[in-house]
């Protein structure tokens, strides 16, 4: 559903995205994360024809990302989108439903159920007499006026309470469900790990890593072996009445279970423990501060 | 472009705005309309009538001022005052059968002098209504405004059929006492009567009389007249009578006045249009549009369309208006045609102003500065609207003449209105280069902005199009390359307008600089010219749209001055109107002249100067290519090299 290759935008000397390679499948949540400045926002607009690349292509639903027909099949929801506040709900939708080419019967059919799916209220009044969290859940509603087959959501619960936040993280999952494609940035990576099937780390506008949770995890990550024994070994701490020794290999195992036998004692549980996706990315960031150093 | 898009953005615009006016803002707007309603027929009284009432006469209904008096507004009449009232300051001049007394203070000799001219004009008014116009107005003086040219020719003023004219008959000496007679030309005498200061005879020296015929006028575009419509004098217009003193320049103050009307809207326009515009960047609201499935061009068009047809009905309710005060007469259909550019170009210069302004309050700056200099443009040319044909640069000249009846012909309307519309096609489209996320949102530098701007037409080297997807590679490459240097030649020729703006506009602001004029004009052309030819070339380096090289360099230079050479042929324009026979305007325009012979037509018109912008065009590339520093020597060499041809081949053909 979406190709990005070599994807690289420069402004004057700075080079904000530098050959960003990814795909994103049918039906997918993928997911950008990276920390500020990494080149999240660049690359979502340039996915979304916003911003021309200097090198590099894109396509969405089949189309070239600046074509503007690609347009019509893509939902965009900017990290920041301000309304146009002297507007209502309705006419801000209804306006933008024009500006996608879709009927008026449908328009008004599909701007009320979206509204009723988001809960919004106060359809009537002013978008700048609204609170945040409405005003991001009208912003959603927008995206999904024209029913696009993609939705490019750039932080889409930035700045937003915790319960508009996880009301909107699992909108989103619901539209993945709906059949949706979905590439989605967040700094949270709780939420992008949640919902995403698969993501890219991003760095100084690099794509440093990708592919699925346990891929990146199998990579960057590190499982850590909890192995409980009767008697104690050496390098283990007593705790509720049996040792316990975090080892980081089978092999370590393996010793560990050699050494609880020799002692006259047995191992009785093992348990592993896997990074999360904080941690891979911070172990991803780390690697490449030290391969720069180095 | 779709059409229905930009209509539905335009509507929206409307309704948005529409919905964010309370009912106290729409109230202000109608006290504003309704003074302005009222102002314009005021103006066209001759004023709001400060004069009104100034002066107490004591008068009776039984002397023969009386008429002369009482149809004067300046004075108010009081039957039955006495000298006590003289004395006493109740009025300020006091009516003795055929003598007049007054006293000796300002006001009261400023009231006597006030009606010397309030006489004349009435013994003026009487004589023209004679029969006999001869025995009337004995002398006859043909006026001819002569255009002036670059020897500054003066007026000419033939005596044609002089009679004797009325001479002075009536100079009275001043007595002492009460009476003193005031003879014309002299002022009130003054005496040192007891009780009031002099008497005069306020008929005296009004039986000077000057026949004023044939035709008259400076002959604008051939069959124009001056034209004046009665408004700078009796002498100037069907009323061809009266004293020599009323032979005044020809200067068209209440058409000017009133067309100064069709401007005054456009400053309050062009506020809520960069407004709108500037709102769109202030945090990112536009992006969402950029986003949608719409283009720049629908966005653009959709939100400047209310404001040009807004501004355009207010013009319009302005012209049908005028025309039915002054001619009394359904009318207006050629100032409003020649408004139009006007409105475009103030909408213009403003969009592309919203587009560099980082906050409201550079949009304000760039707002006045919008103001003054357009005003300037509109206004100044339109003062010498009877002067020469170099008024015809600005529209509002149109306009004057348009109020005053005279046919304008469709070489004058163009040359007076493509200048300002393609110009303002030039501010849309720098403006539209800019309307894109990467520029709309930043706080780049005005610099930056304006490469950014003029960079934007110009395609990237890599870039593929649907036809260039489907070539050869090679022949893909080979076709980019070419559409390339042709947006480079292609940009220059759209910046042919603006050139040929800012150079009629030194015209009208030098040309009474005599033999300078000629010189700080082509000073003017060669700086102007070659900016226009190499700042783009400049912006395509810096934005890497091409690989720095000499080749490339030369081959930009050579694209950019063919483009130039192509265009700067709108200045033919120029021969419609005869604008060339000023000599700095031949100097200004001098790739629209043609000279005699064929050879010499061809050398001097064709391949002289193509050569020559080519050569600079070439020489500002090359240090475009290489760095700003060097591009500003470049320049410069350009210039001098363009300002020494112009010192040559153009003076010696000049």
Redesign the interface.
Known sequence: MIEAQNLRKEYGDFVAVDGSTFSVQDGEVFGIIGPNGAGKTTTLKMLAGLVEPTAGEATVAGYDANDREMRTHLGFLPEESPLYEEMTPLSYLSFFADLYDVPDGVADRRIHETLDELELEHRERQLGDMSKGMKRKVAIARSLINDPAVLIYDEPASGLDPLTTNYIIEFTEQLAREGKTVVFSAHNLFHVESICDRVVIMNEGESVARGDLDELQAEYGETTYHVYTTVEVPGSVRENGRYRRVVESMDAVERTREAARQAGGSVVDIRTEESSLEEVFLNVADSRKRRRGG | MTPR?LL??AW?EV???A??IDRRTLAVAFVILALFGLVTPLLLDGGVGLDDGLYRVGIDESSPYYPVVADDETFVVRPGADRADLRNGDVELLFEGATVQFRDNPKSLAAYGELRGTVERFNNEQLRLEENGTAAFPVSVLLEYRQRGGGGDSPRIEDDDAGDGGASDGTGPADDGEVDDAGPGDDPGSGDGEETDGTGDPTDGGGSGTGGTGDRGPSLGGDSGGGLGGISGPLSDDQVSGSPADISPPFPFQSLVLAFLFVIPLNFLIQAYGSTILSERI???G?????????RFDIIGGKTLPYFLGGMALESVIAIGLFVVVHGELGGVVSLLAVAPLVLLFLGATFLGAMFARSFKELTFVTVTITVTLTSYAFVPAIFTDVGAVALISPLTLVVRDLQNEAITLGEFTFSTAPPLLCSGVFFGLGAGLY???DMFDQRSLRGRLLDALVGPIPRA?GSSRLTARLDPYVALDLRTARQYVAVGGLTATLIPFVFVVQLLAIALLFALGEISLILVLVVVAIIEEIAKSLHVYASFQHRRFEPGLKTALALGVASGVGFFFAEKIALLAQLVGLPELAVGEAGLQGGIVPGPFALTVALFLLAPLVLHVVTAAISAVGASRGKRQYGIALCLAMLVHLAYNLTVVMAVV
């Open positions: 898009k539905r953005i929206w309704t948005r705005n919905g964010g945090n990112r609201r992006e969402l549009l950029l986003a949608s499935p719409v283009s894109r996320e990467e890599g």
